[in-house]
């Protein structure tokens, strides 16, 4: 399952520093000018999950596998991109084809670095996205229900059902909310991604600050706190500056260079979770002499689909599941110790997958 995050803002906010350090790579050049990101950057990243190598120790694993995550970084975006002003429609047609926005802001002052609209205010610069990403949605909503028509005259009823959710959404973009504040009831959610609605991907909001404040974050991103919170969206601060150092440093230089900074971690790491927490993700296990390895699944995946993940043959064949909490495999020494202690379960296709199961799937091939 490929799950992709894009990177989206204003020119000079640190989006093509911060892809930088995600991928270990300099593949997004991060210059001081806007557009410089041209066409967007895909890398692929670890989701950092401390467990992973706690099950390889035990299982005496000769690899380890762990679950991956897509960010793209996304050419800059600004203020009438939605009428095609600087590279609008590219900006638009990328954001179409990620999951989830990792939506960075601004949060430092650095007289070097200019900001396409001559201020630092995070506030207005997640206004003026909002605001493009608004527009093209109820442009693409009103040119999507004029065709229509003919269908819904035709009786088909998944275009009746198409135009239902795309009023709905409208209607709640004219009264100045994003897509994703409408509450779609569970039979309808399927044919609601598929809209493909700009706004009604989740955010995740970037607070991009100063190296000083990336400990404690400053008072620009706690104002962004404020607005993710009224929005029940979610948020992280992070200096992108910092994460661009550690990127280049050896493991053991880089957590001496966090200590020194006062960070238990790269921020890069919790926005990494925060972003397959945001795309509602969890993490099963497999593991074994060969490998120990993570799998991303969706949350509320039952067992068959999780294997499919795997290979499709094992969706389809699928038999039973045996299964062992993360805990258990861990205090019991493993499978053997678990299976002995009567810890492994045997599931069949109705269980739905617990993050950190421990699975070994039987199938018919």
């Not at 803002?9 to 930088?20: D, M, Y």
């Not at 493909?196 to 706190?225: H, Y």
């Not at 205090?331 to 617990?354: D, M, N, T």
């Amino acid at each position: 399952m490929g799950f992709r995050m894009g990177i989206v803002g204003l020119p000079n906010v640190g989006k093509s520093t911060l892809f930088n350090a995600l991928t270990r790579t300099a593949a997004a050049q991060a210059a001081n000018f806007p557009f410089c990101t041209i066409e967007p950057n895909v890398g692929e990243v670890a989701v950092p999950d401390a467990r992973l190598e706690t099950l390889a120790k035990i299982a005496g694993s000769k690899a380890v596998i762990p679950t991956r995550i897509t960010f793209v970084d996304i050419a800059g975006l600004v203020r009438g991109a939605s009428k095609g002003e600087g590279l609008g429609n590219q900006f638009l047609a990328n954001i179409r084809e990620v999951d989830a926005i990792a939506h960075v802001l601004r949060c430092f002052e650095d007289g070097d670095v200019t900001h396409v609209e001559g201020r630092i205010d995070p506030i207005a610069d997640a206004e003026t996205i909002e605001t493009e990403l608004m527009i093209a949605d109820m442009e693409s909503i009103e040119r999507r229900l004029a065709n229509l028509s003919r269908k819904i005259r035709g009786g088909e009823k998944e275009a009746v059902d198409q135009d239902r959710l795309l009023r709905v959404a409208l209607e709640a973009l004219e009264a100045g909310r994003p897509a994703r504040t409408v509450s779609v009831a569970e039979e309808d959610r399927k044919l609601w991604r598929q809209l493909q609605l700009l706004t009604a991907k989740p955010v995740l909001f970037v607070c991009n600050v100063e190296e000083a404040s990336a400990a404690a974050g400053n008072a620009q991103s706690a104002r962004v706190a404020e607005m993710a919170a009224a929005q029940g969206a979610a948020h992280v601060v992070i200096s992108a500056r910092i994460e661009e150092e550690l990127a280049q440093l050896p493991p053991d230089e880089a957590a001496m260079f966090l200590d020194e900074m006062g960070l238990e971690e790269p921020g890069l790491d919790r926005l990494i979770r925060a972003g397959y927490d945001l795309l509602g993700l969890q993490t099963y296990f497999t593991a074994g002499p060969k490998e120990a390895r993570a799998w991303t699944i969706a949350r509320g995946t039952p067992a068959p689909q999780a294997a499919g993940v795997i290979h499709g043959d094992f969706e389809r064949g699928f038999i039973r599941a045996e299964t062992i909490a993360y805990d258990d495999y861990v205090a019991l020494g493993g499978e053997a110790g678990a299976r002995e202690a009567g810890k492994l379960r045997i599931e069949g296709k109705s269980y739905v997958v617990q993050d950190g199961d421990v699975l070994n799937f039987l199938f018919n091939a």
